[in-house]
């Protein structure tokens, strides 16, 4: 089992940046696959970008290719979100979230959740 917390939210101007980090505690941070999604005020949870279990391999949402960037420190057990060229409408809360066995897209194969943080782009 691993508990996330993520911090580094905030408020940023249009096309500014922001980068997040999750910190990482239990177990074998290592065996998972970590990820980032995001949820807007009445809208469904949404896929951001994903890291292999040791960094080499990275996805991402085809809105944020480019802007963002995933990586991750298996020795300090954290992943971190570089934001860049943010967008009014990426307003949302931000969240960590881990699983095993592959990435994927789609926030119900996810196992273990942060609190998330507030990211607020003004314009």
């Known amino acids: 089992q691993v508990r996330l917390v993520e911090s580094g939210g905030g408020l940023v101007q249009a096309g500014g940046s922001l980068r997040l980090s999750c910190a990482a505690s239990g177990r074998a941070f290592s065996t998972y696959v970590m990820g980032w999604f995001r949820q807007a005020p009445v809208k469904e949870r949404e896929f951001v970008a994903a890291i292999s279990e040791r960094g080499g391999r990275t996805y991402y949402a085809d809105s944020v290719k480019g802007r963002f960037t995933i990586s991750r420190d298996n020795a300090k057990d954290m992943v971190y979100l570089q934001m860049n060229d943010l967008k009014p409408d990426e307003t949302a809360v931000y969240y960590c979230?881990?699983?095993?066995?592959?990435?994927?897209?789609?926030?119900?194969?996810?196992?273990?959740w942060g609190q998330g943080t507030q990211v607020t782009v003004s314009s």
């Open positions: 979230a881990a699983r095993n066995f592959g990435w994927s897209d789609y926030a119900s194969r996810y196992d273990y």
